[in-house]
């Protein structure tokens, strides 16, 4: 069975448990979704190493340093796991809460794109020199 036809499949297995028990228990319910989450994340990382390899090659080939593509590739990062504990702290009913964390991971995203922020404030003041 393919990557996707497993992924598309255990989420509508996992949808119609989880509303089929949302009634009468809503926390097994949130708890089955919560591991069927982390079942999907878990598959889809697997996959993802051989792509970033490949895409760390191609880069390497064109000639472009770790330093112009890493601050992209982990604000990239940090928006994905921010979405994801979003989603789930409003799953869960605490819309603070994900308020909270979707303002942590623009600080976090800030944070990691500085160094590419830098790197063209010093590339601006070389041609206005």
């Known amino acids: 069975m393919s990557g996707l ?4 499949g255990l989420t509508v297995l996992t949808l119609v448990l989880a509303l089929t028990l949302q009634k009468d228990a809503p926390v097994i319910a949130f708890l089955l979704a ?6 999907i994340l878990t598959q889809v990382f697997g996959q993802m190493g051989g792509a970033l390899q490949r895409l760390g090659v191609l880069l390497r080939q064109s000639g472009m340093t770790d330093s112009l593509y890493l601050p992209v590739a982990k604000a990239v990062g940090i928006a994905v796991v921010v979405r994801v504990l979003s989603a789930l702290c409003r799953d869960a009913g ?3 809460l994900a308020a909270k964390v979707e303002i942590a991971g623009a600080v976090g995203v ?12 010093a590339l601006v003041s070389e041609w206005t020199i």
């Open 34 to 39: 919560l591991a069927a989450g982390v079942l």
């Open 110 to 121: 800030l944070s990691a794109c500085l160094p590419l922020l830098e790197q063209v404030v």
């Open 94 to 96: 605490r819309s603070a």
């Open 5 to 8: 036809a497993m992924l598309c």
